[in-house]
């Protein structure tokens, strides 16, 4: 029954030119092209399990209008306080973002944002760096090839789902030499921990996921959120939604899907691929995929 009515989003919209149109719509998902202030004050309270996006980062994307440094902190405070509202008791906040860059100097945003996250109370659980291998070749500083993700919790009764993101153990043979459970495996089976330190590669021109936004989330790092911190079921909200990774992440592991962002022509292709996930067309990289496989050959 579940499968039917996520299913159930019509695309069948009107007929142009013999061409078919499909709805913006869709049984699990709630997204709109609006500012996120709006979007997020005609939520309920404590209604969302998770809270993932990756904002702008204040250096002039075609996305986004630079303005000061004061006035990109008081809007990420009126958003983040629309976010802290919005969370449930269990729930968890997950805000992605790399270096606001000025004039050859970086502001690490994590540093600064980090603030308004315990004006809340909120506690940080895990500041995870994101590496990844390519990216902008510096001449005058070391290229940056990582960015952060600040893991924040309401309460300390949260969601933390750990065996499904379990990766690969290095020794997974290994076992114990000595003691009561001598011969026995040492690891466990399903993988270990993946740390706090996600080597995934980022979304360039050769990616399978690639869209017309320059920078996107891959699926699989937004997947490795929703399996741990929600149960199916619940509710992930992305105010900075952009092309719909996060959507799609959602989607994939029956969660619900809300979010907005002010670009139309962002939020229609955030609808064509939740469209294509549902018909089975849509290519994503695997989430645990390795980096590079030297034996692969």
């Not at 902190?73 to 997950?94: F, H, K, M, T, Y």
């Not at 500041?127 to 960015?147: A, K, N, P």
Request: aromatic letters at 8%; charged letters at 25%; one cysteine or more.
């Amino acid at each position: 029954m579940a499968l039917k009515q996520a299913l159930a989003y019509d695309n069948l919209d009107s007929r142009d030119q013999g061409n078919v149109r499909r709805l913006k719509r869709d049984a699990q998902a709630t997204i709109s092209c609006e500012g996120n202030l709006k979007f997020m004050r005609g939520l309920a309270d404590e209604s969302m399990n998770l809270i993932v996006t990756s904002p702008p980062y204040n250096i002039g994307k075609v996305y986004e209008k630079r303005t000061s440094q004061e006035k990109y902190v008081e809007d990420q405070a009126a958003c983040i306080a629309e976010a802290v509202r919005l969370l449930a008791p269990n729930g968890s906040i997950c805000w992605q973002v790399g270096n606001h860059v000025d004039n050859g100097e970086i502001f690490p945003l994590d540093i600064i944002l980090y603030p308004l996250f315990k004006h809340h109370g909120l506690q940080l659980r895990n500041r995870i760096v994101w590496t990844f291998g390519h990216g902008l070749h510096c001449q005058r500083r070391f290229s940056g090839r990582h960015e952060t993700i600040l893991w924040f919790t309401k309460t300390d009764d949260y969601t933390f789902n750990l065996d499904p993101i379990r990766v690969p153990s290095k020794y997974p043979n290994k076992k114990h030499f000595k003691g009561p459970n001598k011969g026995e495996l040492s690891s466990n089976p399903l993988g270990k921990n993946p740390s706090d330190v996600w080597d995934i590669p980022n979304v360039k021109s050769n990616h399978v996921e690639k869209t017309d936004h320059p920078c996107q989330f891959p699926i699989g790092l937004v997947e490795r959120l929703v399996l741990s911190l929600t149960n199916e079921g619940e509710s992930v909200l992305d105010p900075y939604l952009g092309v719909g990774s996060s959507a799609i992440a959602a989607l994939k592991h029956n969660r619900n899907a809300y979010g907005c962002d002010l670009d139309k022509g962002y939020i229609d292709i955030a609808w064509d691929r939740i469209h294509q996930f549902r018909a089975g067309t849509l290519r994503t990289r695997p989430m645990n995929k390795p980096v590079y496989d030297p034996d692969a050959k």
